[in-house]
């Protein structure tokens, strides 16, 4: 099992629109072997930000790399230069794991 995680932080009172924003957005994930989950975890909230995980799951790094390289990678990113901005702290943090256990 491999898992790739993206976090974010939102500005405070954004929240909402960051969820909607990721709930209204075709991934085409389901399109991709070797895709098994998907998430949107929230994390903390303080004065500066509340973060937020995107959490996928993966059959192996193999199927993940090929996603990053698909059609459907490419079509699930195709408006990400478009969309709404105004609610993220900087960048996200793309962190990735092989599972040991």
């Not at 995680?5 to 909607?20: C, H, Q, T």
């Not at 990721?22 to 909230?45: A, D, I, K, M, Q």
Request: glycine share 4%; with cysteine.
């Amino acid at each position: 099992m491999y898992l790739a995680m993206n976090r974010f932080r939102i500005a405070p009172g954004k929240e909402d629109d960051f969820v909607a924003h990721w709930r209204n957005r075709n991934s085409y994930l389901n399109e991709v072997p070797g895709f098994v989950s998907f998430n949107l975890l929230r994390g903390e909230t303080d004065d500066t930000c509340t973060l937020y995980a995107s959490h996928s799951v993966w059959e192996s790094e193999a199927a993940f790399s090929d996603w990053t390289h698909s059609d459907a990678f490419r079509k699930a990113h195709a408006a990400a230069g478009h969309s709404p901005r105004d609610f993220y702290l900087g960048p996200p943090q793309l962190e990735l794991f092989e599972s040991v256990l």
